[in-house]
């Protein structure tokens, strides 16, 4: 099956308003995914600084840029009504587009939301027909509920993922920047849509959510349903001393990695002896049989870095090609944005924005509709006016709202 | 089979797929209602015996990736192969609401398994297709798998390294169970679009677009041509105050300390070193970072003097943020786990725990897991279910369409 090749259809969530009150990523980049496909989002933000993850691209740890990449990727058809939560007449705002939403996104701590009165309970008066999604670090209760949770802390660091993901004796793995945020954001996404189906089916609203650590533990749960009856959990190998010299990772000439994936040694060790030019290997009684390769890993291994190192990845490539050999390599994401496959896999899409013109499609697919073509993210209260007027206010409330700080 | 409350309650799913990223995501479907049919060739899902055939896979007594894999779900044994079986499976397709498949796209055309195959036999049904590289492109119909599609060919891997070190590692099945939620949402909203229009349709993820996806923001920094600077190893960091130390007894602390001019002078006192406050190496951020592979030598030494349970509890009292880096083991005894709904009860005596999908809503449980199926061990109940007469059935027997 392909996908559409046109919207011949309403995109599925056209008509549906989102409120986005929250920040960074995970909760925002959930809003991002309903707007792709028909939602109308509105990003509530406080006045003068907005979200803080427009800053996120001065941070250290990402990829140096004066264009505000992750602002495209995380506010992309949103638009922008600055509303200062703690002033009354914002909040008078605040309760009508509730009174008009579908669907509230939050992640503010719990004790932040007790203090600006965002609590479930504290909106189910003003619209029962809401679907209250909630994002937190750590769960709704519990000793570390108040927590701030962050993808690195509560995704990866506190369910294990990165103690697992390191080779013996090594220091933990690393991830991403806002890998398991966006990991959590097609969580939230599914948990919307359930409201919204139970909705339909009962006319009522509901609250709905996931937190980080939960999602992380999700990922990581083929090791963690180990754990939990007490499996031995087994260290990974560097490739200097892997279990098995045949299924594992050689560098190139080139600086690249190639993976060797050769499982079925019994029937490939010949020939794998003959393309890489060492019949001396064939006739060597320690790597006679797969017993004798296993237990001289060490020194096959060795062998192979060698051997690996004397070609680049692309001449490896040619000579392993349709060998029957399984290897793989390590792709780069400067080959990955440029890769054929991926156009076909719908990753990538044009937008509208000139400054950052090619950006990432959420993973979903759909056989009746395309995700929106997107442009530019809002500046910080762009829509104040054009929102407030749908929402209802006269030119004279707009006027009293402003003078009142209610919009910074 | 299914549970009445749940928003899933009443629909029919049949899962056509194998490993992990497709049943996890019938996983889900099963926990809120739906009523799940494994529907498994004569040899069975190969998920079964992964964590045997898996060098990397935790070894237990109890087939644990299985339990946790196949939940709640009815196994019914079909060889598509055979004609019989294939039309068997149509009398199913015709009262089901979604089917979810991964064969790679040759076994589909060959098997009858396409969308358009199935649209004829009922108009209303859902499609779910999950694929490494996508449905149509030059590597469309090579297998993928977590580790080579979602966190290879992703870039990754590559990414998740230290600098001069081998590329990352990941955990087993790890992009797979992100995966499931993504083809999750897709089958919620072909369900939106089925109740508004009548009409049901395809829906898809691959476990590349999720790979690239979960790392959106250096996918969208590549696309504007900025690259991810090299991570310098936990002995040459950036800052040293957003760092990894080692303990005394071999755990991780991971300092990360983002409001540096508030938290300096706590730091210092929790790692009982308040004469660094006065050290004029140390006195400003610039000079901090400057020095920054200095300063994580003495963090490093301070650390390694005291067990991880005692710096834990001396970060806390100083308010200074960290990450904790939990091993395995320690998740199901986490309290928080519980709170946050990952640990859950079963109804499983050999495995009494195991994680629930990480999706929670006011209005209604997960249901609580029952044993994974046996290989076709409700075959007759199913396809009885579907009118299929006793004489019928012994006749998919004796041909081995059914097992």
């Not at chain 1, 509303?83 to 579908?102: F, G, P, S």
């Not at chain 1, 369910?159 to 697992?164: E, T």
């Not at chain 1, 040619?318 to 991926?342: H, M, N, S």
């Not at chain 2, 301070?302 to 806390?316: G, H, V």
Request: charged share 25%.
């Amino acid at each position: 099956m392909n996908e559409a090749p046109d919207n011949e259809e309403p995109l599925p969530l056209a008509g549906l308003r989102v409120l986005d009150i929250s920040s960074f990523i995970a909760a925002p980049a959930a809003a991002v995914a309903l707007a792709d496909f028909g939602a109308d989002v509105i990003k509530i933000e406080p006045p003068v600084d907005g979200d803080p993850h427009r800053n996120s691209y001065r941070n250290v740890g990402y990829p140096q840029s004066d264009k505000n990449f992750p602002w495209q990727l995380d506010g992309r058809h949103k638009r922008s009504i600055a509303l200062d939560l703690k002033n009354e007449d914002a909040r008078k705002i605040l309760d009508r587009l509730l009174q008009k939403a579908d669907v509230l996104i939050v992640n503010f701590p719990p004790p932040a939301r007790e203090r600006l009165r965002l609590r479930w309970e504290d909106i189910e008066p003003i619209n029962p027909r809401l679907v209250y999604c909630s994002l937190t670090g750590y769960g709704e209760s519990g000793p570390d509920r108040d927590r701030p949770g962050f993808d690195i802390t509560a995704y990866f660091g506190r369910s294990g993922i990165l103690d697992s993901a390191r080779y013996e004796d090594g220091p933990p793995g690393l991830s991403l920047p806002a890998q398991g945020d966006r990991a959590t954001a097609m969580t939230l996404v599914a948990a919307i849509l359930l409201g919204l189906r139970r909705r339909d089916q009962t006319g009522k609203g509901g609250w709905v959510g996931t937190s980080l650590y939960a999602n992380g533990v999700w990922a990581h749960g083929t090791s963690a349903a180990g754990a939990v009856i007490g499996a031995k959990l087994l260290p990974r190998h560097p490739p200097d001393r892997p279990r098995n010299a045949l299924t594992n990772l050689y560098r190139t000439r080139d600086d690249r990695w190639l993976q060797l994936l050769m499982v079925r040694d019994d029937r490939l060790w010949e020939k794998f002896c003959a393309v890489v030019e060492r019949p001396d290997l064939l006739a060597d009684a320690r790597y006679a049989g797969r017993p004798e390769r296993r237990t001289h890993a060490l020194e096959l291994a060795a062998e192979l870095v060698s051997i690996f190192a004397a070609r680049t990845y692309a001449e490896w490539e040619k000579a392993l090609a349709g060998t029957g050999i399984p290897f793989g390599v390590i792709g780069r994401l400067v080959d990955v944005i440029d890769d054929e496959q991926a156009e076909h896999a719908g990753i990538f899409a044009d937008t509208t924005n000139p400054e950052i013109p090619r950006t990432v499609n959420n993973p979903i697919r759909l056989g009746f509709a395309r995700p929106r073509p997107a442009g530019p993210p809002p500046a910080i209260g762009q829509h104040n006016d054009e929102i407030l007027h749908e929402t209802g206010f006269s030119e004279t409330e707009i006027a009293a709202f402003k003078k009142a700080g209610a919009l910074g | 089979m299914t549970e009445t409350g749940l928003p899933l309650a009443g629909l029919r799913v049949l899962d056509i797929s194998s490993f992990i990223a497709a049943p996890a995501a019938a996983v889900v479907l099963g926990d809120w209602g739906a009523d799940v049919i494994k529907i498994e060739g004569p040899d069975g899902d190969a998920n079964r015996k992964i964590m045997i055939d898996s060098a990397n896979y935790p070894k237990a007594e109890v087939n644990y990736p299985w339990h946790m894999d196949s939940r709640n779900k009815r196994s019914l044994t079909l060889d598509l192969k055979q004609p019989a079986a294939r039309a068997a499976l149509d009398r199913l397709l015709a009262v089901s609401d979604i089917v979810i498949c991964n064969f790679p796209p040759p076994v589909r055309d060959k098997l009858k398994l396409t969308y358009e195959d199935m649209k004829k036999v009922n108009p209303k049904l859902i499609y779910a297709s999950l694929t490494g590289y996508g449905e149509t492109g030059p590597d469309r119909d090579r297998p993928g798998f977590d580790v080579t599609a979602y966190f290879a060919r992703s870039g990754l891997l590559d990414a998740q390294r230290y600098e001069g070190g081998p590329p990352g590692v990941p955990v087993p099945a790890q992009g797979d169970r992100a995966t499931a939620m993504t083809l999750v949402s897709s089958i919620l909203l072909a369900l939106v679009h089925r109740m508004k229009t009548g009409e049901g349709s395809w829906v898809g993820t691959s476990l590349l677009g999720n790979g690239l996806w979960s790392c959106g923001v250096i996918a969208q920094a590549a696309l504007v041509g900025a690259f991810l600077p090299p991570r310098p190893p936990p002995e040459r960091p950036r800052t040293a105050l957003g760092n990894i130390y080692r303990t005394q007894d071999d755990r991780w602390i991971q300092l990360t300390i983002v409001r540096e001019d508030k938290l300096w002078a706590p730091l210092c006192r929790a790692l009982g070193r308040p004469e660094l406050l006065d050290d004029p190496r140390f006195a400003e951020i610039g000079e901090r970072r400057q020095r920054s592979v200095e300063l994580a030598a003495i963090f490093s030494e301070i650390f390694a003097t005291q067990p991880y349970e005692y710096w834990r509890k001396a970060l806390a009292a100083h308010e200074i943020t960290f990450g904790v880096i939990s091993r395995p083991q320690d998740v199901p005894d986490d309290e928080q786990a519980v709170h946050a709904g990952a640990v859950v009860e079963t109804a499983i005596p050999e495995m009494p725990r195991t994680l629930a999908n990480p999706i929670r809503v006011s209005f209604a449980e997960q249901r609580t897991a029952r044993p994974a199926p046996a290989l076709g061990q409700h075959t007759n109940e199913i396809l009885s279910e579907v009118g299929l007469t006793t004489d019928e059935i012994a006749g998919l027997r004796s041909t081995g369409a059914v097992k």
